[in-house]
């Protein structure tokens, strides 16, 4: 049966990382499904961004059919965050890279440890595919990000934060 490509989880199938649910303080942290994106689409309007509930299904089916996740943190209700995270090959490192694209808290949610949470399940999920390094694309202009990045492990590179996956020896 192929029920992963419509986006869904076949129970003769053995789990994949993406498919496992965290918890932690009360905050189930998994991965997205397209039964996520009416509730996304709240979070999205809470940050100032428009999208439609079907055209955000569509592409969450997209993004775990290809070589990415979208996880997403909540308690009750819709998500109260989300990353989204794909990988892919370089030529400079025989790991894969994996980049966060989306990054994004309810404004209401902000300062209670949601978004480290989410970079520490995208980076677990970066780790358990093989990648070596962990980049995040901060628009121009976000200060605050800028600081939140620093403050979580990043290194400014050019117009990216990059982040090592691997533990710095002693």
């Known amino acids: 049966c192929h029920p992963r490509r419509a986006g869904l989880v076949c129970p003769c199938a053995p789990p994949r990382w993406t498919d496992l649910v965290t918890s932690r303080y009360g905050l189930e942290i998994r991965a997205a499904t397209p039964l996520d994106?009416?509730?996304?689409?709240?979070?999205f309007a809470a940050t100032g961004q428009t999208v439609q509930a079907h055209e955000l299904a569509e592409r969450l089916v997209t993004v775990r059919q290809a070589s990415g996740t979208v996880l997403i943190a909540g308690q009750w209700g819709p998500p109260?965050?989300?990353?989204?995270?794909?990988?892919?090959?370089?030529?400079?490192?025989a790991r894969p890279t994996a980049q966060i694209t989306t990054l994004l808290v309810h404004p209401e949610e902000r300062r209670r440890g949601i978004?480290?949470?989410?970079?520490?399940?995208?980076?677990?999920?970066?780790r358990t595919t093989g990648c070596g390094q962990l980049e995040l694309i901060a628009p121009a202009q976000a200060p605050s990000l800028d600081a939140f990045c620093l403050s979580t492990g990043f290194v400014a590179s050019g117009p990216r934060f990059t982040r090592s996956l691997r533990k710095k020896s002693q």
Do not use: I
Request: charged fraction near 15%; proline fraction near 6%.
């Open 115 to 126: 978004g480290r949470l989410l970079l520490k399940a995208a980076a677990q999920a970066a």
């Open 80 to 93: 109260s965050g989300l990353v989204v995270l794909h990988w892919y090959p370089t030529l400079d490192d």
């Open 37 to 43: 994106a009416p509730g996304l689409v709240e979070l």
